[in-house]
DNA sequence: TGTTAGCACTCATTCAAGAAGAGTGCTAAC
DNA sequence: GTTAGCACTCTTCTTGAATGAGTGCTAACA
């Protein structure tokens, strides 16, 4: 059977209808409420056939139609119309996220919130990757006799801090010498090029001190290592409230415990989307989504960049008959703010 | 009226079956599952007087009895039996905390974790105060010509850094000076006691470099400052569901709210609990709790350790009917297990 | 005087049956 | 190909009765 344009037409509309009420929508409606002059049984004969091909289906005989995730697909791939939308809204926003955080982490929560608050879903942001970028400078000091404070700072200004206990005492000259040879071996490489040739080779350098300083280089490259675990920062997880078909206790008490630990979320934020259609921006329906407790949600992700490809991901979630329109052109503002903000040098970054 | 022994006993029964059960409990229960040997004839007449003075409460007409408030604070203060518990529970709290983590930051979240899952109520744990801990090591370096980083560590290794902008590059002869100055003024002093005679007087020692410097310092001080606002971490939010009583969706959905804008809970965990009987255990019922959205639940909340004076609040949050003798005992067992890992020493904290 | 047995009464909960309403599928006519 | 009409299905709401837990009160008992 093909899907012609009428079929496309109703679809699309039963679609619509559903995502304002959220309730199975009926042949009467489309007729009354389209512009296509068709009686509520021409409607239904339709209906019929668009049920075959799998893109609605009733939840009990004689119920209205629910869009399948099938359905939701073809909207979201061929019918959402961007709308322009308020721009105020966006505006609102942008104001917002305009008073320059200094913290990074600072950034990302105010980021998750404001689209919380925008888009009244559920939200989720990770923290830029560090592996792949540059180490920018490293510095050891001694904060008393037994104890090293080393500070590594990685391009974008992302700073990561260990505290290093010593076996040995180390003399200012050691100090010295081994933030001489961290800065200049290390220095502009990324996390990933730090190998354990590299280590070796260091070691092998520092002479004398050959055995301690094996042991802080360890530590330094540990501590770099370390903190790979994926930050990712929440909001807005109440509003699942809002939307009565996840709102019953278990769906709620399993998304939200999702959200709070949050490495079940890393599967949806840690790998960048496929690079689909340019944007970076990727909606997962319903049992598209990898994440176990979020099946009868629907998921938008979007990469943003902060400039030294320092990217990251953002993730919006509601239910399926989410305002797929207005998440998608939210997401795209909030891209394009990032990126007036701080994209491009790369050395504006806080 | 007079809270004869009896009496006493009456009421006990009726709250421990209702921690228990979490339904009203009547008279005929009360009179086969005590020693009393009284007819359920004789408790329903105790129990009037018992709903005369307060203590407890139907829900409706010809429905068993349930805590009041008023019933709960007694039976808190003077009938909470101290349980010689398994202590195998506690072991395994202690070896999930044993693996010493090495930033504060995940001990935290760890402890908040183990409390979690051990209570099955929804915990906080506000990260210790800095305010009075004393600094103990500052460093500026040059990240780039126009960035400085600060590193400042606190007593306790609580490790702040900040990025500071510089309008007019340092050479490393000022830097020096600048590391140099900080450190002879401000080590060992409290966040607290850092005051503007104190940075005027820097800036003056200064001499020459003084416009620069001030503007160091100024940006220094500032750091220190910042990041006051409280640090707070929660887990085992989804816990309420387990509680009929909290899992309506209206609750629900402020408790969450509120566990998510952290901030709300600085109520609970900002004022270190008004040095109540030794132990810095303090219980809220009900109506007793700062919180609003808490109205329905109870609260208790510990001060927690370090060493070095630094202070911190545990906070756990379930229904009023909460097993309060097990929340006790397990705050007290956290805080000796904090006390026996980091406490005393002062200088062996993470 | 305190305790108990007995009984009438109240109220929440459960269940079934019925009514209402929404919406469909199908057929026959246009 | 489109539409009107009607029987049918299924959910939801309402009602009323049955059930059962638990109380309050009274009268008898020790």
């Known amino acids: 059977m093909e899907l012609d344009e009428r079929k496309k037409k109703i679809l699309q509309a039963v679609i619509r209808n559903y995502l304002e009420t959220g309730e199975p929508v009926g042949s009467r409606t489309i007729s009354k409420y389209t512009d296509l002059n068709l009686s509520s049984a021409t409607i239904r004969n339709e209906m019929v056939d668009l049920e075959e091909m799998g893109y609605i289906f009733q939840p009990h005989t004689s119920a209205g139609r629910i869009p399948s995730d099938k359905g939701y697909r073809l909207y979201v791939d061929t019918m959402m119309e961007e709308k322009e939308r308020e721009l105020v809204e966006m505006k609102e926003m942008k104001e917002m996220l305009v008073e320059r955080q200094n913290k990074i982490e600072t950034l990302l929560k105010q980021v998750a919130r404001v689209l919380a608050q925008n888009t009244q879903y559920a939200t989720m942001i990770s923290a830029p990757r560090t592996k792949r970028s540059k180490l920018k400078f490293i510095q050891l000091s001694r904060v008393d006799a037994r104890q090293l404070l080393a500070v590594i700072v ?197």
Not at 216 to 244: C, H, K, Q, W
Not at 298 to 322: C, D, F, H, N, Q
């Open 154 to 350: 990685i391009e974008g200004n992302v700073i990561k801090n260990n505290i290093l206990p010593m076996d040995e005492e180390l003399n200012d000259e050691t100090l010295l010498k081994l933030n001489i040879l961290l800065n200049t071996h290390l220095n502009g490489l990324s996390i990933d090029e730090i190998n354990l040739a590299m280590i070796a080779m260091m070691k092998q350098q520092a002479g004398i001190h050959s055995v301690i300083v094996g042991e802080v280089i360890d530590a330094v490259a540990e501590a770099i290592r370390a903190e790979e675990d994926l930050e990712i920062y929440t909001s807005g997880t109440n509003n699942i409230f809002r939307y009565p078909e996840l709102a019953d206790q278990r769906k709620a008490s399993e998304l939200i415990n999702t959200f709070e630990e949050k490495q079940l979320l890393g599967e949806l934020l840690q790998e960048g989307p496929s690079e689909e259609g340019e944007t970076g921006i990727q909606v997962y329906i319903g049992e598209e989504t990898p994440v176990q407790s979020m099946k009868d949600c629907s998921v938008v992700t979007a990469t943003y960049e902060l400039g030294g490809g320092m990217k990251g991901t953002i993730g919006i979630v509601g239910p399926k008959r989410m305002d797929y329109d207005k998440v998608v052109m939210t997401l795209r503002t909030i891209q394009s703010q990032l990126d007036d903000l701080y994209g491009g040098g790369g050395e504006r970054v806080p």
